[in-house]
């Protein structure tokens, strides 16, 4: 088994955008931890609202307040990030029993791979509904999303939107 000595956490993630929930998370997991880095995880595959640079500028703006956390990138395996930086855990939110269930394969997944450790935080219930794609969903219709977004990450939200809607 790993020796967890090391108190850094990772908290992996699409993050687009980063919503209030993620924050939630990331906050709490920086009181637990002496250092959590939020690695925006891409997926070559999937073209996001935002580009990653992007995503990674806005979550570093609205984390500029909590001094032991750091943004980074990393496309591929996860463990092989976690063991690229000596890192052996993993933080994820939980909003309900769906997350979980949708979790702990890659929990498991995860620790065999590379024995990993992936501990589970529970989002803020007001935050329990939100998600990154019902934010853009929502906020592309016209409904106010505001509750669930940092001002900024909701300005450029609203703008890309714009942006979206006249081409
Ligand atoms: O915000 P998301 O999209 O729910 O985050 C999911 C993410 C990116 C954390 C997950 O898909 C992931 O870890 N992807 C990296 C590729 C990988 O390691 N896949 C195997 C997981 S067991």
Sequence with gaps: MTDVTTRTAVC???FDPFTLGHRYVVQRAAACFDEVVITVVVNPNKHGMFGVDE???LIRADCADLPNVRVDRWSGLLVDYLRNESIHTIVKGLRSAVDFDYEVP???MNRELA???TVFLLTDPRFAHVSSSLVKEVAKLGGDVAPFLSPAIHRALLARIAGEQRV
Excluded: F, K, L, T
Aim: hydrophobic share 35%.
């Design 12 to 14: 992996p993630g699409s």
């Design 115 to 117: 024995d990993v450790e």
């Design 55 to 57: 995503r990674i500028e």
């Design 106 to 108: 890659m929990a498991q």
